[in-house]
């Protein structure tokens, strides 16, 4: 017992660094409700408002459970899924029955696919987390490491994500964006997979990882492959959102400690000014980019644009 509170304790533990910031310009937009009438029709190459609010809505979607995503019910909104067709999904049990699950969507008409994941759906699942916030050496690579408990997760589902129907449908459609998202613990996921996706080489086309409220996944070296293999990133991250400030990262060792990856946008909390960090500074923590923490949850880690992220409830809309 002893041993899980003391790795509860230095999961939840959160600390900050200086380091020098990279002054930009901040990125306004006019509403903070995401966009559905976006034109996703053009190749993502930089950063822009409405498109991450778009692709946020496919965050939310992410939320939906397997069965839900099976008989349509999930998101009622017609104008999400215009355009897009569900090529395949999957949901695994996890330890006490959790259950998690992924969708493949094509868009032939955008010329993307979109891998989505959803975050932590049940509170237990948070302590589960926090047990298992080891690292663990990514399959025989000893400097490389994944948090144990989302590393296992994705060992869970990763065969049936790129079974070889998926990869033959991706690799039919080179020319193709694959879009990875998810919110917190689907930030998480999403990053892995986008990780496995450049570090096994299962296919060529331009892949595009858009994460809401990571928190850390893995070392530094996981965090430097990512960063520098997976084509473009963006990590969008609300200044008070303690998640993404957890787990517990010390710059001593790298091997050892936490890491985020870099691409680090910061939203503010009115959610109508964005601030582009160093792309290269995994953890740019000082001025206009430091991280601010607040407990309010549901205001800060949930309500990624409006309504809340979280919850399929969204797509009602």
């Keep these: 017992m002893l041993y899980k509170f003391l790795i509860i304790s230095i999961f939840l533990l959160t600390f900050s660094f200086e380091y020098n910031t990279f002054e930009a310009s901040n990125l306004k937009t006019t509403s903070d409700y995401p966009n559905l009438n976006y034109d996703a029709s053009q190749p993502i190459t930089t950063f822009n408002v409405e498109m991450i609010k778009y692709y946020s809505w496919f965050g ?52 993307k696919f979109i891998i989505a994941v959803p975050g932590t759906r049940e509170k237990f699942q948070l302590v589960l987390e926090a047990i298992g916030s080891a690292l663990d050496d990514y399959k025989d690579d000893k400097k490389i490491r994944i948090s144990h408990y989302f590393l296992a997760l994705y060992n869970m589902f990763n065969n049936d994500l790129f079974s070889a129907s998926n990869l033959r449908e991706i690799r039919n459609h080179p020319d193709y964006q694959v879009i990875v998202t998810g919110h917190s ?133």
């Excluded at 990053?191 to 060529?204: D, G, H």
């Design 185 to 317: 613990l689907g930030g998480a996921l999403a990053s892995i997979i986008s990780f496995a996706i450049k570090k096994e080489n299962l296919f060529t086309n331009d892949v595009v990882l858009i994460t809401y409220g990571q928190p850390r996944t893995g070392n530094y070296y996981f965090a430097e492959y990512v960063t520098n293999n997976v084509n473009k990133i963006f990590r969008i991250v609300k200044k008070g959102d303690i998640v993404v400030t957890i787990p517990l990262h010390t710059p001593l060792f790298k091997e050892f400690t936490y890491y985020h990856i870099g691409g680090m946008i910061v939203l503010n909390k009115e959610m109508n000014e964005f601030t582009q960090c160093e792309y290269y500074n995994f953890e740019d923590h000082s001025g206009i980019c430091k991280y601010e923490r607040n407990l309010d949850f549901e205001t800060y880690h949930c309500k990624y644009f409006s309504p809340n992220i979280s919850f399929p409830k969204r797509c009602e809309v």
């Design 60 to 111: 939310s979607y992410g939320y939906c459970r397997d069965e839900q995503i099976a008989s349509g019910t999930c998101c009622k909104s017609k104008k999400l899924l215009t355009n897009w067709e569900i090529v395949s999904h999957k949901s695994v049990k996890q330890i006490f029955s959790f259950s998690y699950n992924w969708v493949l969507l094509k868009s032939d008409k955008y010329k």
